[in-house]
């Protein structure tokens, strides 16, 4: 996925974030965080949707997440909220039209790693997770225009689609997670084609004893 607003340039092939043509540090959870938004734009991710993103089956202090997003806003210079938006009693927003400017293959995510899936047959394996608990020919994925399956090969501890062992190809989706053994997956669909993303409403409430930061 490439887009650019204002005078920035996201690149989540290239991990690079750039703003008038040079570079800016993001950590990697940073990193992650802000494609997560942008990946949901022009609609709010929850708490809960980006702790599961973020940190799965990992619980952490709130204070990371307000981190995040500190660090967020000061690469941006978003010293308004007006980027990243604070929706109150839901989560945050990236609030900020852009343009999608080069279309991305599907992937999946696995922690903080990737895997591009071209057209055609992956074959996922112990090698390509680098996790003992899966086969060496574990499972094949096979991307044919839009649509996305799996198919198990017969691996001694099983592929999981939405918690349910498969057997026979069994169609994916955006966000659908896929579980290789133990090994879980989130797959990442970017829509083909350039296209204009615009922000949505922006929704006001009062939260509760603790402010957002």
């Not at 500190?70 to 909220?81: F, Q």
């Not at 994925?141 to 062992?165: A, C, M, P, Q």
Request: net charge negative; proline share 5%; glycine share 10%.
């Amino acid at each position: 996925m490439r887009i650019k607003f204002t005078n920035f340039t996201f690149d989540s092939r290239r991990r690079e974030l750039m703003g008038d043509g040079r570079a800016i540090a993001l950590t990697p959870k940073a990193f992650l965080l802000l494609e997560a938004l942008i990946t949901a734009a022009p609609d709010p991710m929850s708490k809960e949707e980006i702790y599961d993103r973020l940190w799965p089956d990992v619980f952490v202090e709130t204070g990371n997440l307000h981190n995040l997003i500190s660090e967020i806003r000061t690469a941006l210079g978003d010293d308004d909220h007006a980027m990243i938006r604070t929706m109150h009693r839901i989560g945050y927003a990236f609030a900020v039209p852009f343009v999608r400017d080069e279309s991305s293959a599907p992937r999946l995510q696995i922690g903080d790693e990737f895997i591009e899936l071209q057209q055609g047959e992956t074959i996922i394996g112990r090698e390509r997770l680098g996790t003992p608990d899966a086969s060496r020919r574990h499972a094949r994925i096979t991307v044919s225009g839009t649509k996305i399956t799996v198919e198990d090969l017969g691996s001694k501890n099983g592929t999981f689609v939405g918690g349910h062992r498969i057997e026979g190809p069994t169609v994916v989706h955006d966000h659908d997670e896929i579980v290789f053994g133990r090994t879980r997956a989130i797959v990442q669909v970017i829509d083909v084609g350039a296209s204009t993303v615009t922000a949505g409403p922006v929704v006001s409430g009062n939260r509760g004893s603790t402010p957002d930061r």
